[in-house]
């Protein structure tokens, strides 16, 4: 459906980034959002709570106010009102606002409101950052491409964790501190991930000696996820190059260490992705 | 020796996972498994067992006598009876329900009713989950493939915290809380695999000294494992790929990196495994 | 500007390293900031201060008039005073003096006078380590070359921090030592590098999950700069190998692990950077 | 010189590996060494000295005298006495008793017997383990290659260790532990190493950022060795490939990521290592 009149207008302005109008939109609600997440942080220190708690309350709803406008302005001017409110970014603006909204009724909601900060994600989108969303597109492909071998190596840490959690709460039991299977499983996940925040310690000879053995083991296996995300970024890196087109003229195919276009000697490190629409 | 009768339906219900009776048998056991693990690890929470015990106690008893059914069920159909008893799954299977008739005579043992979790390994086959599998197997082999370089890093590491252990236990001593050289040996464990409890800390300046370099030697050797590990994914990572066929032509022989078959130009992303037996 | 006289002969000594006594200088100068630097270490040990506070008080003004003196030579003859103050080490020289003559007006400043330690860096150039400044080079070029990406990785970890610190501020709370969210994050960031002091730790078993969870995410993110640099760093060796020039015929374009000149058979493992001047 | 008689004899059995005799002697040797050491770990259990003191004091003066008795007849057979006395095992040898008789004289001493452990290395060349000590060979190379990287790296960590630990103890000052710069120094290690003991941690808010901001960049850092290891590793596992000989046809030159003798179809697995003889 065609917009027209000031829906087409309002659409510019908030969905485009391209009119000087839309631009400066976007830079405020950035602002606007990033200035919202620090209050909340800010809320939450009890001192300037006390101090300041009543401008923090004010401001707190002109945010709220702010965003909830922003987001009906959305929801009226968008080309497809059913596809936005269930989109991601959708979503998130629904997200954003609801807590305060909740916190009338229940305490707590109000910190939820951080949720706010996913929507900065649009910054990258306003920015033009292309350069910036390409390397994460290149960090989130190799992630996704290991996706399999990342799911494999997590079953069999969570199955170690819980066999070595149930051997240690044998072994050390409750008086020194394993007072449960769960909590001991989550002493060998604080201890394989070599976290080690040292509120339950083993203190049998024999609890330290499989202690020990746990962060041996966590030792060879913390390689494991670095090798396979190493093997895949570089898989993706030389992928990249070889498909990179030269500026100057056009000419693809390159080889992954290439630096200059083998076509025209054009230099290559600003190249551009062919396909930037993959997720 | 063919099986007949009931034993070779049985037989079919229980091991095999071709007949949809066998796999809703190996779903359900699946499902049984889980459920007896979680049952493990809330019934060693005090306050739940104090509410919940004598349900627990009952459930425990119900899950031992269906799995000690199924026990004596697959001895009585597997095809070669002493290979079963004598095979990982047989084992595992039999030290799946011990615990529970252990427990009757030692109090602790139904603790290591846990190791029911290794009878999930089963999962893999029954979902024919043959991609994690060939992820796993990648894995594994990366590991087995280094195992020599892994040994010979985990003796160094041994002999260098067995000598750091006992320099600082005469540098420290046991008013600082090292009170014996095995202890020694731990903490520098803790310290060198970089988790760092905080339950035994160095007080003097030498010993404080003397533990820094520790970290800093445990920064350096970090690395080591995860280079071993690395460099042997991405040579399997190629390898695989070489080994692969082509889905469409049968064309096996492509480069490391290679996207699509170069003689069909087939997507090769979703190639078999040319050998699924080996470890 | 041509120099003349004693500027020339001065600028020769204090700026050039190419004469016996231009030599002699800078040794002279790097055992007297690293003395300078010790002495500020030790004298901030309170024992050691009690005993010989007043000589170290002398020995601090004898540093500092040192480097005055010193500051105040370069400054007169330098080929281009304003092109020496403004540039990085002016300012450094300049730092190095400040914080003494600001300790007479704010007690503590004394401690910045550790900045001296960056004067060190003119190591590097004196003893003509160039082998060793290559090595610098190629690790800063790697990370240089991984910025983007590097500022991704940071932002992403940034935002993850927040959003688990709040949720855990609103688990937890302040009962437990998550006082403000500034301080959830602070125990985000703690936990997610795999640190974890234990000066804060989850007590209720949903926190307890979700610190779990926390550190398992951290495990598998810390890969990922590891990731970048290790696939940067192989990329660099290899480029630098081919750029390099033999020292017997000076040919260059050599394979990425060729170990001797394929033209004239001369061992390539000393061979020189062709180019030293970029950062 | 050529040994005649008993010296020949002796030698054989002592220093020779060949013979039945020299590798019996050897492996009752290793096993006294491991049994001096454990001796040694365990007298140092205040319980098991209470208990078992005067057995483990007679041990500890049998093995003394057994370790000298060899020590004097490996000097008087030796082939050329004052080469094995200022030999790496020669001078292992004499540390290895050394303690026991210093022990007399300091207490105290008794505790550096682990350096015994050391002379455990002689399995190596006992057990004939050509391919643990070539995988030894090959991470000893690789690090070897990476020294001046891995020097600079410590040098950079070093220096920032310093100037955040100075810039630490300014910020929280001995009422937080930070009681004096070395001290400060330490923290900084111990969290830019991601131990994280908690003995010391900050408690003012820019003291947390502060913290924070070490925490962010040893995670990056921490990628550095690993990045320098990795690439020196893949480097040294390609050329081992290359220089190695098919045991069929003796032919050398493959690929790096050979399988099979291009030459003759033999498989490549178990190749010999052309040279032995490097560190």
Redesign the interface.
């Known amino acids: 459906m065609a917009l027209t009149g000031t829906r087409k207008r309002l659409n510019e302005i908030i969905f485009g980034t391209d009119s000087p109008a839309g631009k400066n939109f976007d830079v405020f609600l950035i602002w606007a959002i990033l200035l919202s997440?620090a209050l909340?942080?800010?809320a939450?220190?009890?001192s300037l709570w006390v101090r300041f708690g009543e401008t923090f309350y004010v401001l707190e709803w002109f945010f709220t106010g702010l965003f909830t406008v922003e987001y009906l302005l959305r929801i009226y001017c968008a080309r497809d009102r059913r596809e936005y409110v269930t989109s991601f970014y959708g979503i998130v603006d629904l997200l954003a606002i609801l807590p305060s909204y909740l916190a009338l009724i229940f305490t707590?909601a109000t910190?939820?409101m951080?949720?706010r900060?996913?929507r900065?994600l649009r910054i990258f989108r306003v920015l033009k950052l292309v350069?910036?969303l390409r390397?994460?597109n290149?960090?989130v492909r190799?992630l996704w491409q290991a996706r399999?071998?990342?799911?494999?190596?997590?079953t069999?840490?969570l199955?170690i964790c819980?066999?070595f959690g149930?051997v240690m709460?044998?072994v050390e039991g409750?008086r020194h501190g394993f007072?449960?299977?769960?909590?001991s499983?989550?002493w060998t996940?604080?201890?394989i991930?070599?976290?080690?925040?040292?509120?339950i310690?083993p203190h049998t000879?024999l609890g330290?000696?499989i202690?020990?053995m746990t962060?041996?083991i966590?030792?060879?296996i913390?390689?494991?996820?670095?090798?396979?995300?190493?093997?895949?970024?570089?898989?993706e890196?030389?992928?990249e190059k070889?498909l990179a087109r030269c500026h100057n003229c056009g000419k693809s195919g390159h080889d992954?260490?290439a630096?200059y276009c083998k076509q025209c000697g054009y230099r290559l490190e600003d190249f551009e992705e062919p396909a930037d629409d993959d997720p």
């Open positions: 997440v909340v942080l800010f939450s220190v009890e707590g910190y939820l951080v949720i900060l996913l900065v350069r910036y390397d994460a290149l960090l190799s399999r071998r990342i799911l494999v190596f997590y069999s840490v199955v819980i066999i149930s709460f044998i409750p007072t449960s299977i769960p909590k499983i989550y996940i604080v201890t991930t070599t976290v080690g925040f040292g509120d310690t000879p330290q000696a202690a020990s962060m041996l966590g030792y060879s913390i390689a494991v996820p670095t090798g396979i995300v190493t093997a895949e970024l570089a898989h890196l030389g992928r070889q992954a260490d630096e």
